[in-house]
């Protein structure tokens, strides 16, 4: 469950965006520096994606009470 949980890249933050085209999941920080730097890939399989479209928020706490 870790795994799912946390960033590849940054473990102690946890995944909150994923990728519509790809589905691999990161933290926020991960894909605004994409972003940012204009190297919009995916960090993991380099498919390219649309930052206004393809970016989408990961609710952990749906169905929780």
Same mark, same amino acid.
């Given at each position: 469950?870790?795994?799912?949980?946390?960033?590849?890249?940054?473990?102690?933050?946890?995944?909150? +965006?994923?990728?519509?085209?790809?589905?691999? =999941?990161?933290?926020?920080?991960?894909?605004?520096?994409?972003?940012?730097?204009?190297?919009?890939?995916?960090?993991?399989?380099?498919?390219?994606?649309?930052? +206004? =479209?393809?970016?989408?928020?990961?609710?952990?706490?749906?169905?929780?009470?």
């Amino acid at each position: 469950f870790k795994d799912a949980y946390f960033c590849l890249y940054h473990s102690k933050e946890r995944r909150e +965006t994923f990728l519509k085209e790809c589905k691999h =999941s990161f933290c926020k920080k991960d894909l605004k520096l994409a972003v940012k730097e204009r190297n919009r890939r995916c960090p993991y399989c380099h498919e390219p994606f649309n930052p +206004t =479209s393809d970016i989408i928020d990961i609710n952990w706490n749906k169905g929780h009470k």
